[in-house]
């Protein structure tokens, strides 16, 4: 859900989605973006901060595997949609320039040396307002500030006992840039 929207186009018309579903879902991916974007600048609003935290075994897994399934898109669409490798390195790479671009985005890489328990699923929060869960089985949308807070809270965690080298920006773009390419040199 995070991919850009060039890129998700390709990955669907690569994987045979019909231009009727595609349409409802780049409209879903738009509201989606538009709700937690929160990095890109608006002019008739202030930054806000905006962090995204990446599991870095399960990062460099996905780099290893032959096929890497989006787990979103497969269920919007109830079949399998697979992403190649030139396309999960691209992501990557709109990601690292995006972090260099973007004051207020920050990229955390959480490692399970850190002790910091990450749920096996993606998540999505603001503040205390909602938070957006996904796994393989579906979607939970949540507004109740007690579930809201307690994940906020979680990540907070996590973030607080990642290493700063894991942290930093530029440590992080180039962290990114050779994920992907080990991506593009293994396809």
Not at 95 to 115: P, R, T
Not at 152 to 177: D, F, G, M, W, Y
Request: charge should be negative.
């Amino acid at each position: 859900m995070s991919v850009k929207e060039y890129l998700l186009k390709e990955i669907l018309a690569d994987n045979g989605i019909s231009e009727e579903d595609s349409r409802t879902y780049l409209e879903l991916y738009n509201r989606f973006r538009k709700v937690t974007s929160c990095h890109y600048f608006k002019k008739d609003m202030p930054e806000e901060p905006f962090i995204y935290i990446f599991q870095l075994e399960e990062m460099t897994r996905r780099v290893r595997e032959k096929t890497f399934v989006s787990g979103s898109l497969t269920l919007l669409n109830g079949k399998t949609v697979q992403v190649t490798k030139r396309q999960y390195a691209q992501e990557i790479r709109d990601l690292a320039k995006d972090l260099m671009k973007y004051e207020n985005m920050q990229i955390v890489f959480v490692s399970e040396k850190d002790l910091a328990s990450l749920p096996c699923l993606s998540c999505w929060c603001q503040q205390n307002l909602w938070m957006v869960q996904m796994d393989n089985e579906g979607f939970r949308l949540s507004d109740e500030i007690s579930v809201v807070n307690a994940a906020a809270s979680a990540l907070e965690q996590c973030i607080r006992r990642t290493p700063p080298e894991r942290k930093n920006k530029e440590n992080v773009r180039k962290l990114l840039l050779d994920l992907a390419e080990e991506l593009e040199t293994e396809e």
